[in-house]
């Protein structure tokens, strides 16, 4: 079965940083999606990659695929504590919405 | 629009009780799904409903049973509660045209003691 690892776990950052977060396939992925959790609440969608080679940017998050479709970055520029939570990646391996999710990357940024 | 709605936001139960999460979605949405989020485990999918009408499990479903009661709801029954059980549950939906792009429910936590 696919899985997807994230890493690093946590981060924390001083307000203003960069920062990545990484998200990586077992398999090849036919689409993977970015979310945002707030800390004892629901999924925010941020984001879907599908083409290998595909970056999407919203705000100061930028998202990529990698071309062998089997990676994915977050890279959040001059971050705010706004962007602090918890970001998960997801994937629906077979196209069956058989969705699965990597364990999630634990952000906090300082003021 | 409320988007997706869950209830109760809280529970506890005893071990061996039985009970059922409630999820309603006023989007228009034909699928939904039940998610349960552990510590360490991530978001792993319990059941899902493509469509009104059909059920199938996810990767999670002993110990629990779902019912698409219509297009609007998704409800999520522990027939015998067990401390194992005990986790933040959500329901999500999402529409046809947009896989993957998924709207969450703000969560139910439960407490099986």
């Known amino acids: 079965s696919q899985e997807l690892e994230q890493s690093p776990q946590s981060l924390i950052v001083q307000e203003g940083k960069n920062l990545t977060i990484n998200c990586t396939s077992s398999?090849?992925?036919?689409?993977l999606y970015w979310y945002k959790q707030k800390y004892g609440e629901g999924l925010i969608f941020l984001m879907m990659?599908?083409?290998?080679?595909e970056e999407k940017s919203h705000e100061k998050i930028t998202a990529k695929l990698d071309e062998k479709k089997q990676q994915s970055s977050l890279h959040i520029t001059a971050s705010q504590p706004s962007h602090a939570g918890i970001y998960l990646c997801?994937?629906?391996?077979?196209?069956?919405?058989?969705?699965?999710f990597g364990t999630g990357t634990r952000l906090k940024v300082l003021a | 629009n409320a988007g997706v709605t869950q209830t109760p936001k809280f529970q506890v139960l005893k071990t061996g009780q039985s009970m059922t999460l409630q999820c309603a979605q006023d989007?228009?949405?034909?699928?939904m799904y039940w998610y349960r989020q552990d510590p360490g485990m991530g978001l792993r999918l319990i059941y899902y409903?493509?469509?009104?009408?059909?059920?199938d499990k996810g990767e999670v479903p002993n110990g629990y049973n779902v019912s698409r009661l219509n297009k609007r709801e998704f409800s999520l029954r522990l027939e015998s509660a067990a401390p194992s059980q005990t986790s933040v549950y959500f329901c999500?939906?999402?529409?046809?045209?947009?896989?993957?792009?998924?709207?969450f429910g703000p969560g139910t936590r439960l407490l099986v003691l």
């Open positions: 990659l599908q083409k290998g080679g």
């Open positions: 398999k090849t992925l036919y689409g």
């Open positions: 997801g994937a629906d391996p077979s196209g069956t919405y058989k969705y699965i």
């Open positions: 999500a939906s999402s529409p046809p045209w947009t896989s993957g792009t998924q709207y």
């Open positions: 409903s493509a469509s009104e009408g059909t059920t």
């Open positions: 989007m228009n949405h034909n699928s």
